[in-house]
């Protein structure tokens, strides 16, 4: 799959990108009022760029990938914020980093 075939509410997504961006965690309120911890970055493929979000225990992963560095993700899902599509890491997300050889 390639990230110009995603949709908004897909998941259960095996995708392999390259993170490109990162920023720092920040805390958001949801709309249920539960607090969260996300760090948002960006990803790439050959067929374009998406927004990224990385939820509470998954930063911890995230962290592990350098930014230029390829890596598998198995399980995410998709959203849609402001007509901003991003791809989704949760708790039942894996990150396999791929390393060039």
Same mark, same amino acid.
């Given at each position: ?26 805390? $958001? ?23 990224? !979000?990385?939820?509470?225990?998954? $930063? ?6 350098? $930014? ?10 998709? !959203? ?8 989704? $890491?949760?708790?039942? !997300? ?8």
């Amino acid at each position: 799959m390639k990230l110009n075939e995603l949709r908004p509410g897909m998941d259960k997504i095996e995708i392999i990108v390259k993170l490109v961006g990162r920023k720092k965690p920040r805390e $958001i309120e949801t709309n249920y009022g539960v607090n969260h911890c996300i760090v948002d970055g960006e990803v790439e493929d050959e067929s374009g760029k998406m927004a990224l !979000t990385v939820w509470n225990e998954k $930063i911890q992963d995230i962290n592990k990938v350098e $930014i230029g560095e390829q890596m598998r993700i198995l399980n995410a899902f998709v !959203t849609s914020f402001k007509g901003v599509l991003s791809l989704n $890491i949760g708790r039942d !997300t894996l990150i396999e980093e791929l390393h060039a050889r």
